[in-house]
Structures are given as structure tokens and as C-alpha cells.
């Protein structure tokens, strides 16, 4: 959910409805594909429908094993009670803890400035502004082209591969191509950045030597996240180094600690390509299968 609430105001998914039910509640819609208010209306549904107890404003900081149960710690994030902890047990644990809260950082100087995100929200604040958006892939297409049609005075796009990648949804790939064609989108490819200051951008293509400073009022880097595996490593799980896929049984989610299940797009680690809510919403039946089943059979 985390994820949807930071996806951009007026998004529109790239999947039909039927395709983002859960719990065997209809998504209804007058569209072809949802929008992100949509999706948030229907999801607060399921909620309320099953009444599910949910904790906001707190951040887990253990999951530790132990005899019959795991310790869950966390730390309140609210004002009235900011770093108080919650200490909660529990026979079993699903970490569903997604990937979208950790981007992928350049490591350049002047990535924290106030000017830079990683995350593209809205793109009317940018009317007659120039804006440097930093990516290939659909989130870095998709604010191009909002940014554009919502008259940013200039839209560059810095890529460092040699063009849009493949993988971009085949109605939006035409369209950034063509808008980078005629001149609307200025696109530097195999070009890099090395460094973000306050009213520019420094980037420097394949064999250059010198770098290019491209003017920016706004700097989105839009480079792709991963999953943030620290819970897991300290709870026992092992992670591998490269992929960061968790060890886990395909057919059941568990982990190779008893009792804790990983389920949604940490499940595949960096390959973020590989789950998606289409497939990710079915890992929550097999969790449930498996624990009734173990619970049918005993200890």
C-alpha cells in the first residue's frame, strides 16, 4: 500500500481491474484501467469489509525467532508518541514490506538537494520551469511526457543506456519516442550524471571528457528501487548478496526460518520486473493454505 500512496496523483495503471481484486471483492470502475484514487477507495473497502486491524505510523525495527513465537519490535512515528516501542508476539510473520521505499541513489554530489527527488508526484508545481528527469523505464517516460503536456518550460531526459528501454508499456513507448523525435522532449542517451547543483545538472555522454551542464529547476531521479533486506538478514533469513532474493519455498512463501513468510515484490529482490500486484496479490492464498495445513497436521 505504501507504494500506491506515493505512486503519482493521476495514475492510471497499466491493468484492468479484475486483474487488482482481492479477497474476492469486485473493483468497479467506469474505466478501462483504475486510477490510483480508485485503487486506494477499493483497498480502504477490503479493509473495512474484513476489518482488518492495522497499526499506522509505526516502523518495525526486529523481527527476532524465538521458542514459540517471534518478537515483533517497533517504533511509534507519531508526535504524541514518537520512538515509544510496541513489543507484539506472534506464531507466524509475512514480510510484505515491498521495495518503492528505497531508491536506487546515484551516489553524486548534490543528490540530497531540497530541488531533487526520487519519486515523481504531480507535474503542474513545474509549469514554465525546466525540469532534468533521469531514467528510460516507464516512470521516467510517463513524467516526461506529463511534465511536458503540463507546459514545463523544458523537459530533458538523461538515460545512460543508448535508448528507451524495451520494457516500457507499449502505448507509452511510441509516444515519448515520438515526442523525443520532434524536439518536445530533449533526450541525452549513454549519457550519466556526475554531479546536481542548484540550477544544474552535470552529465557526461560516452567518450566525453568534459561535462555538459543542462539547466534545472527540478531534478527527478527516477533510477528504479529495491528491497530493503535488513529485517529479514537480522531475523535469520538468508538473502542472496546479488539479487537479493530472500531463501524461500515458491510453493508456500515460508523462509528458511520457520514461521516467517515473505509475499508481494520482495519475494523477487532486484528483479522488480518479476512481481507484480497482477501476481503478487495471490501469494497471501498460499501463505494462508500453508499455515491451515500445518495447523491441520500439528507441530
Not at 202 to 215: I, M, P, R, S
Not at 228 to 256: C, I, Q, Y
Amino acid at each position: 500500500m505504501n507504494s500506491i500512496a506515493h505512486f503519482p496523483t493521476h495514475m492510471t495503471f497499466f491493468t484492468t481491474p479484475e486483474l487488482l481484486e482481492i479477497g474476492g471483492l469486485p473493483f468497479v470502475t467506469p474505466y478501462e484501467k483504475p486510477t490510483r484514487g480508485e485503487a486506494l477507495r477499493y483497498y480502504r473497502r477490503v479493509a473495512d469489509t474484513y476489518r482488518l486491524e492495522i497499526a499506522f505510523d509505526e516502523r518495525v525495527e526486529t523481527i527476532t525467532p524465538g521458542g514459540d513465537a517471534f518478537v515483533v519490535r517497533s517504533r511509534c512515528l507519531t508526535a504524541a508518541h514518537a520512538g515509544a516501542e510496541v513489543v507484539r508476539r506472534a506464531g507466524n510473520v509475512v514480510l510484505a514490506s515491498g521495495y518503492y521505499d528505497q531508491a536506487n541513489r546515484l551516489g553524486v554530489p548534490g543528490e540530497d538537494l531540497p530541488h531533487v527527488s526520487h519519486y515523481y508526484d504531480d507535474p503542474h508545481p513545474y509549469y514554465r520551469k525546466t525540469v532534468v528527469v533521469v531514467g528510460g523505464k516507464n516512470s521516467a517516460a510517463i513524467a516526461a511526457l506529463e511534465l511536458y503536456r503540463a507546459g514545463a518550460a523544458s523537459v530533458t531526459l538523461v538515460h545512460r543506456g543508448p535508448a528507451i528501454s524495451s520494457s516500457v508499456k507499449y502505448w507509452i513507448k511510441p509516444d515519448i519516442e515520438n515526442r523525443i523525435k520532434e524536439g518536445s522532449v530533449r533526450a541525452f542517451f549513454e549519457t550519466r550524471v556526475c554531479e546536481i547543483r542548484p540550477d544544474r545538472v552535470v552529465v557526461v555522454g560516452a567518450g566525453q571528457k568534459v561535462g555538459t551542464e543542462l539547466a534545472a529547476d527540478a531534478v527527478f531521479l527516477l533510477t528504479g528501487y529495491r528491497p530493503d533486506t535488513r529485517l529479514l538478514r537480522d531475523a535469520g533469513v538468508r538473502v542472496e548478496p546479488e539479487s537479493l532474493r530472500p531463501e524461500h519455498d515458491p510453493g508456500t512463501f515460508e523462509t528458511n526460518v520457520r514461521g516467517l513468510f515473505v509475499a508481494g515484490s520482495i519475494v523477487s529482490g532486484r528483479d522488480t520486473n518479476r512481481t507484480f500486484i497482477e501476481n503478487g496479490r495471490f501469494h497471501g492464498d498460499a501463505i494462508v493454505a500453508a499455515l491451515r495445513a500445518r495447523s491441520a497436521s500439528g507441530p
